[in-house]
């Protein structure tokens, strides 16, 4: 959009965007949501057979959704300069990096859904382990590239192996708490993931400025790896509870 409209025009072009889903989302998205009904849900919770809440395993899918943000924006700060230094043309380096920024939410888009269901047959708990491990290993690579087009095949395997944490994550965060917690414990499951957008730009920008450009990958693949043996960790946790029970 900045070499059609313009960096200003981008502004403008991406709030109209913005406005036009909100208008879709007036009038068009219909929500059958009765006062009574959520009233009744609530007195339920309050009965003692209500489910308590695990906090170790909330907080460990609160690190994880983190993680997912994180992954995707640490080389924000770098992208430019990395793929500058791998020989793109200084007039094309912005449009380049929007491309190899968009190919981990390509790959996401197509594989989310499938990892989706995948998770139904065979437990949310190992696909996200799973896809922790293998997006974590994803990033390393990104480190030894030598063409732009090497580094968005990278993030679009990348962002195909992240997919399957958020609806893993979902799903096990509305089991985690009681139903009338439901939206408070997706409201922290987005606050979780907005944080990782703040977190991960500031790691990469001080990891590049202080380790080098190539060390971002390193440390962003040991924190998903690290971050898949906490999912394990929890998995154990809650199986424990529940064999407990």
């Given at each position: 959009l900045p070499a059609w409209l313009g960096i200003r025009g981008t502004f403008?072009?991406?709030?109209a965007m913005i406005a036009v889903a909100a208008l879709l989302t007036i009038f068009v998205v219909k929500e059958d949501f009765h006062p009574a009904d959520a009233d009744a849900r609530k007195a339920t919770s309050a009965m003692p057979s209500a489910r308590r809440t695990n906090y170790a395993i909330v907080s460990a899918l609160l690190a994880t959704a983190m993680m997912v943000l994180l992954a995707n924006m640490s080389i924000e700060p770098i992208i430019t300069v990395y793929i500058g230094g791998l020989g793109v043309a200084p007039e094309h380096i912005t449009r380049i990096a929007g491309v190899v920024m968009a190919c981990s939410a390509l790959g996401s888009m197509l594989t989310a859904a499938r990892l989706g269901a995948l998770?139904?047959?065979?437990?949310?708990?190992?696909?996200?382990?799973a896809c922790l491990v293998v997006t974590g290993i994803?990033?390393?690579?990104?480190?030894?590239?030598?063409?732009?087009?090497?580094?968005?095949?990278?993030?679009?395997?990348?962002?195909?192996?992240?997919?399957?944490?958020l609806p893993a994550i979902s799903k096990l965060a509305r089991h985690s708490v009681?139903?009338?917690?439901?939206?408070?414990?997706l409201g922290y499951l987005q606050s979780a993931q907005f944080s990782g957008q703040v977190i991960g730009p500031v790691?990469?920008?001080?990891?590049?400025?202080?380790?080098?450009?190539?060390?971002?990958?390193?440390?962003?693949?040991?924190?998903?790896?690290?971050?898949?043996?906490?999912?394990?960790?929890?998995?154990?946790?809650?199986?424990?509870?529940?064999?407990?029970?």
């Open positions: 403008f072009a991406g709030g998770a139904d047959r065979i437990g949310s708990w190992n696909v996200i382990v994803a990033m390393i690579p990104q480190a030894f590239v030598t063409e732009w087009w090497q580094l968005g095949g990278l993030r679009m395997l990348m962002g195909m192996s992240l997919a399957g944490l009681d139903e009338s917690k439901t939206g408070q414990m790691i990469g920008g001080q990891i590049g400025v202080y380790l080098g450009l190539h060390s971002v990958f390193f440390v962003t693949g040991s924190l998903l790896i690290a971050c898949a043996g906490l999912a394990q960790w929890a998995r154990k946790q809650q199986d424990g509870g529940m064999q407990a029970r």
